[in-house]
């Protein structure tokens, strides 16, 4: 059973969050947007992610729709990920939410932690 055989949630919002779950999901999508890059560009731009989940994001947005995946018939093998149009569409909202943390987040100090 892949992870695409469970069924989205039915609010937008919360459907939305599904698939862009993870501070990793949107950062990804954030280095797409320049253009398309290679698995290596991709986790030179992402400082501290691990192969494994880099590879399971993206494995994960291909199958969304929101990555392509070109393989590339050479000495040595080449693979490059691009955003769909789809993908592309998220920059209006990564663009809103960096707008939003700019105005109301600050950028220093102490955040706080849940009690757990």
Do not use: N
């Not at 992870?3 to 459907?15: S, V």
């Not at 490059?80 to 987040?105: F, I, K, N, S």
Request: glycine share 6%.
């Amino acid at each position: 059973m892949s992870e695409l055989d469970h069924p989205l949630p039915e609010c937008p919002i919360a459907r939305f969050l599904t698939v862009l779950d993870g501070p990793w999901a949107t950062l990804i999508v954030r280095e797409l947007l320049t253009g398309p890059k290679r698995f290596t560009e991709l986790r030179a731009g992402l400082p501290g992610i691990s192969p494994k989940t880099l590879s399971s994001r993206l494995r994960r947005f291909v199958l969304l729709g929101l990555v392509t995946r070109t393989a590339y018939a050479e000495i040595p093998p080449r693979v490059e990920y691009e955003l769909t149009p789809a993908g592309a569409r998220l920059e209006v909202v990564l663009a809103t939410m960096g707008a939003w943390a700019e105005q109301d987040l600050p950028r220093t100090g102490a955040f706080p932690i849940e009690d757990r």
